[in-house]
């Protein structure tokens, strides 16, 4: 059974810092791997998705990464902004008859302060 | 504006009772899911349909029924069978197995209490 795990469960920065989200899961046999963004009471919002195939993903100044064989993702964001907190949850899809079906971690839940 | 659509956005019922969310999707996807999110938690799959007249069950059917009538529509019904039913319950949809990316959109939910 696929599980994924997010680490760290809470992070608080101050403005302008770097920083890295991590997600790994334990079934390396995944289809994809997407990461979301959740606003406190809203949907999820689609940052960025990265095919098994492919290595890093970049949007603006989110950058996914995957290392599959290891069973392993980062979320880098640069450059911080009180906007960017919120909850971020990774998940990963399983291929075949199962497509489309996520497993998702628990979030990391993410401050920015000013 | 294309999108997905979930009412009510607080739904309020007492127990014992079965209620129905509702969730509609415009986005011409043939795959649509359920998810139920409880506090701290990440979402969990209650049931997803690849195609209209289809579903199977997620990881936590039990208690809860849906069906698959039209291509842009997908209720789900939490019956009393369901041993705790409050919860965020988020839809959402994807392009389907035909789709190359499988990436998926999310509604805004719907937040159900069970007094």
């Known amino acids: 059974k696929q599980e994924v795990t997010q680490i760290p469960a809470a992070l608080s920065v101050p403005e302008g810092e770097n920083l890295v989200l991590n997600c790994s899961f334990t079934d390396s046999a995944i289809y994809n791997l997407q990461w979301f963004r959740q606003d406190p009471g809203k949907g999820l919002t689609s940052l960025l998705l990265i095919q098994s195939s492919q290595r890093e993903q970049t949007s603006g100044r989110l950058n996914a990464s995957l290392d599959k064989s290891s069973g392993r993702s980062t979320l880098y964001i640069a450059a911080s902004q009180p906007g960017d907190s919120a909850t971020y949850l990774c998940?990963?899809?399983?291929?075949?008859?199962?497509?489309?079906?996520?497993?998702f971690g628990q979030g990391t839940i993410l401050t920015v302060h000013p | 504006d294309g999108g997905i659509t979930q009412s009510p956005k607080y739904l309020f019922r007492k127990e014992g009772q079965n209620v129905t969310l509702s969730c509609e999707q415009n986005l011409n996807h043939d795959a649509m899911y359920w998810y139920r999110q409880d506090p701290g938690q990440g979402l969990r799959l209650i049931y997803y349909s690849q195609i209209v007249n289809d579903f199977q069950k997620g990881d936590i059917a039990e208690g809860y029924s849906v069906s698959r009538e039209k291509k842009e529509s997908f209720p789900l019904t939490v019956t009393s069978a369901q041993k705790n039913p409050t919860a965020f319950y988020l839809c959402?949809?994807?392009?389907?197995?035909?789709?190359?990316?499988?990436?998926?959109?999310f509604g805004p939910g719907t937040r159900l209490t069970v007094t």
């Open positions: 959402a949809s994807s392009l389907g197995a035909g789709g190359v990316s499988g990436k998926q959109y």
């Open positions: 998940a990963v899809s399983r291929g075949g008859t199962s497509y489309g079906k996520l497993t």
